[in-house]
C-alpha cells in the first residue's frame, strides 16, 4: 500500500518534500525537517541515498521512456511479438500489447524540473534493429498481443494502444515493431499508457509514431523535452515525429 499523508494513493502523481511510499517492493521517502531533506529509495537489492536542500518544490514520480538504464545507450524500444501478425493489404486494426516501465523521480518548481533518480523492475535487455554497421540499439521487450486492455503491475509493465494500417497491396507479416523513444508520448493513471501508430508502406518498410494525447489520463514528464529546453534547443527541430522501419518486421 502506498501511503503519503495517510491517504491512500498510487505510485505515480505529484507529491510534497515529505514522502512516503512503499508498494510492490519499491520504497520512496524523502524525509527531515527544515532546508535539508534525505532521499532514500529501495526497489529490489538496489539501495540509493541522496540529500536534498530546498525550501519548496515537489516530488513528481512518472513513467519515463524505457531507455535510461543501466546507462541511456539507445533512443529506440522494439517490442517483439510472442506470435506473428498478418494484415491484408489496406485494413486497419487496433490491438494492445505491453512495454517496460522504467520510473522516474523528479524535483520541480515552479521553473525546472531535475532529475532525481531512476530505476526499473524489469530485467535490461538489448538488441540490434537492423545490420551491425547502420542497425539500430534498441531496448528489447517481449509481449503478448491482447484484443483488450491487459492487465499490468503498475510498477512493472505498461500498456500500448497499436494502431496497424497496411498501405501496401500486399498481405505483411509482423514479428516486431521498433519505435524512436525520444518522441515517446507516455501518459498514466493506473499504470502507464501509449497511443502508438504503424503504417506498412512496403513489403519490409513501415513507419511508427505516438500520438500526443490520451483522453482521461495524466501526461507523464517529458524527460527529453526537459533536457532539449534546458539545452536551448528544439526537439521537433531536431527528430522526425516518426520512426521508419526500414530494416523490415522479422
Excluded at 500489447?97 to 518548481?109: A, N, Q, T
Aim: one cysteine or more; proline letters at 4%; hydrophobic letters at 40%.
Amino acid at each position: 500500500m502506498a501511503i503519503n499523508s495517510g491517504r491512500q494513493i498510487k505510485m505515480f502523481g505529484v507529491y510534497g518534500l515529505n514522502l512516503n511510499i512503499e508498494k510492490g517492493g519499491v520504497k520512496i521517502e524523502v524525509s527531515g525537517g527544515g532546508r535539508e531533506k534525505n532521499y532514500f529509495r529501495k526497489a529490489g537489492d538496489e539501495v540509493i541515498e541522496k540529500k536534498i536542500y530546498a525550501n519548496n518544490g515537489e516530488i513528481i514520480i512518472s513513467p519515463v521512456p524505457p531507455v535510461n538504464l543501466p546507462i541511456h545507450a539507445s533512443n529506440h524500444l522494439m517490442i517483439e511479438f510472442d506470435k506473428s501478425i498478418f494484415v491484408e493489404p489496406g485494413v486497419e486494426e487496433k490491438i494492445f500489447i505491453k512495454f517496460p516501465v522504467e520510473i522516474g523521480v523528479f524535483l520541480s518548481d515552479e521553473k525546472d524540473i531535475e532529475p532525481l533518480d531512476i530505476f526499473t523492475k524489469t530485467k535490461l535487455k538489448y538488441t540490434l534493429y537492423g545490420r551491425p554497421e547502420d542497425g539500430f540499439v534498441c531496448r528489447w521487450w517481449r509481449s503478448e498481443i491482447y484484443k483488450e486492455i491487459p492487465n499490468v503491475d503498475e510498477l512493472y509493465e505498461g500498456i500500448m494502444e497499436l494502431k496497424i494500417k497496411n498501405s501496401y497491396s500486399e498481405w505483411t507479416e509482423i514479428n516486431k515493431i521498433v519505435f524512436n523513444t525520444l518522441t515517446m508520448k507516455i501518459f498514466y493513471k493506473n499504470h502507464a499508457y501509449c497511443s502508438a501508430n504503424l503504417e506498412i508502406i512496403k513489403k519490409s518498410m513501415g513507419k511508427t509514431s505516438f500520438n500526443e494525447k490520451v483522453e482521461g489520463m495524466n501526461e507523464a514528464i517529458d524527460l527529453y523535452l526537459a533536457k532539449s529546453r534546458k539545452l536551448g534547443i528544439s526537439l521537433a527541430k531536431e527528430i522526425g515525429r516518426e520512426f521508419f522501419m526500414e530494416r523490415g518486421f522479422k
